[in-house]
């Protein structure tokens, strides 16, 4: 590497050669740092899949013994093919036959329990104001299109998916018996309710903003939404009662819910529903199915072929089964050194967080007691949960011998787990549950639970590594690590107090100070241009603001290592987030991801940072120089 050329870009001057040499899957819309290390962790528990399957000697549990015998089912092919769309036909025919609304209505709780398709949903999570209890949820349904600015007048992409989805879904439909005028007409009219219903969903954007989510009505209220639909029903159904307060994400949404669901409009949202669930279950169907039906998510994506079988049944079956597959995982593969060494990266990680928030200069003393409060009250999870959920103790798979299909299987556990969800109704919220397995790479902050997760399978290289220099493991994991923690006082954590109670624990003057610096990290990201789009600003202003909070933690911390190497830290900070993406995939992304493009994210920042211009020596002439007017600082 040539440092010289980090005044021009730093982002190319760590993984320029690196981008020319890398080669990017047939079935994969990208590589890089995050999907390198994806691939190293799905070669190595496809392995050892594929030995338990063969050798059941080799499996070291119950549990695990259910999910090898689900990816035995997922990988016979010979036998998904020969059942071809025989599995699928019962729900077919159960949305094919209704009549009316009032059918519906009639069977509307063994639909939602069922996971047939509606153009709303209901579920359970953390009441945002009382995060000890769970509350009942009501939020508004997925388009087809990826998001619904894809709908706005003179979209460039969205005449041609459009005609991409319609082509696969009339195949989809050929399979399964359908005749082509029968096919294009439910599809036509499916395509219809999909743009009905657009203009009063929430855009990426807009639900990016977690305070817009909580719109608490009481349980009347909301069954009021519907003439046409007895949601009173459907509520005692699926908990027992008609709950004191439903949280409605989307009112504009359900206040329209009766020009959306009403007899002038069965017919489409009947067809709507049709086409929904076809396209939901190609996955679980022959090798045909799985073909055509991933046409659309590639034409997204630019991949242009679709994951081996194997691979595609692996995926199946360690989606399904999550948190055992991540358990064994962690238990076999992630060391208890890591663990220790990382958990005091976390502790020292805060403890830079605290000192910084003790002489933050233009906080309160009484914000600044709240948020030193609520920092120490985070919790902290390394490597892989304590225990497993109970639901997964319930999912028995039914062999193909005994009559049991993969689709049929997958239904019945997907079933189950709605059951339970529902169970959790005005319970006690489990902290401690996590919502990712071990061996996903990735990490979190919740702020209804004010916890951060770190899975075991992110602490690697070249996040982490103990061959690593410790200036470049701060790089790396203690740059992610201090992004968790920053995510607590973004536009969004900053809204959660310590218990993760939606409440303003801010002075006035202090939440009018953040806003105006979180309007600045809007500004130095919004129009950003790249793979022939440009950043969102709002769209992508928590994650900026956390990647900021984190860079500079991490920083510090490093700082305050003898051995300090300011180069390596930041070197590996842009050697993270390399990634050689189809610009269809990063043109999606621009639309959808809270996340910042990763080039931009690793050179944006470190342009705010005064120390990256001392350890490289940019000048105002170098092209990575930004004016200090025109950096951010936050946290």
Known sequence: MDKTKIKEDLYEAVNGEWIKEAVISADKPATGGFQDLVDDIDDLLMADTKKMSDDSSLIPNHLMKEYIAYFQLANDYQKRDQDGAKPMLPLLKQVEKLSSLEELSQQ????????????????????????????????????ILPDKTYYEAEHPQAPQLLAIFKEMTMKLFALAGYDADTAEKMTDEALQYDKLLAPHVKSAEENADYSKMYNPESGEEFIAHSQHLDLKTLL??????VPEKIIVTEPVFFNKLDDLVNPGTFQQMKSWML?????????????????????????????????????????????????????????????????KDVEQMVKRMIGIYQDRLSSNTWLSEATREKAIIKLNTLGIHVGYPEKIPPIYTQFKVTPAEKGGTLLGNALHFSKL????????????????????????????????????????????????SLEQSSSE???????????????????????????GNLNNWWTED??????????????????????????????????????AGGLSCALEAAKKDKDVDLEGFFINWATIWRMKARQEYTQLLLSIDVHA??????????????????????????PMYLTPEKRVSIW
């Open 275 to 339: 086409v929904m669930t076809i396209n939901a279950l190609t996955a679980y169907l022959s090798e045909e199915f799985r073909q055509v039906g991933g046409t659309y998510s590639r034409a997204l994506s630019g991949a242009p072929e679709s994951r081996p079988q194997e691979k595609a049944a692996f995926y199946l079956a360690s989606g399904r089964f999550d948190q055992i597959v991540g358990d064994y995982y962690g238990k076999k593969y992630f060391g208890e050194q890591a663990k």
């Open 236 to 241: 005692i159904g699926l908990v027992g009662e």
């Open 473 to 499: 493991n701060f790089g790396g994991i203690g740059a992610v690590i201090a992004h968790e923690i920053s995510h607590a006082f973004d536009n969004n954590g900053s809204l959660f107090d310590e218990y």
């Open 417 to 464: 787990k709605r059951k339970d969800d529902y169970a959790k109704w005005n319970q006690p919220v489990e902290r401690d549950e996590w919502e990712m397995s071990a061996d996903t790479v990735n990490a979190y902050y919740h702020p209804f639970r004010n916890i951060i997760v770190f899975p075991a399978a992110i602490l690697q290289a070249p996040f982490y």
């Open 108 to 143: 509307l709780t063994s639909w939602v329990l069922d996971g047939l398709p509606l153009p709303f949903g209901v579920d359970v999570d953390a009441d945002m104001k009382n995060t000890k209890i769970n509350a009942l949820f009501a939020g508004a349904p997925s388009l």
């Open 597 to 622: 493009p990763n080039k931009l994210r690793a050179n944006v920042q470190v342009q705010n940072l005064t120390e990256f211009y001392q350890t490289f020596d940019i000048q105002s002439t170098d």
């Open 510 to 547: 202090d939440q009018k100070h953040f806003q105006e610096l979180a309007d600045q990290m809007i500004a130095e990201f919004d129009g950003l241009e790249i793979a022939g789009g440009r950043v969102n600003g709002k769209l992508t202003v928590s994650e900026n603001i956390a990647d």
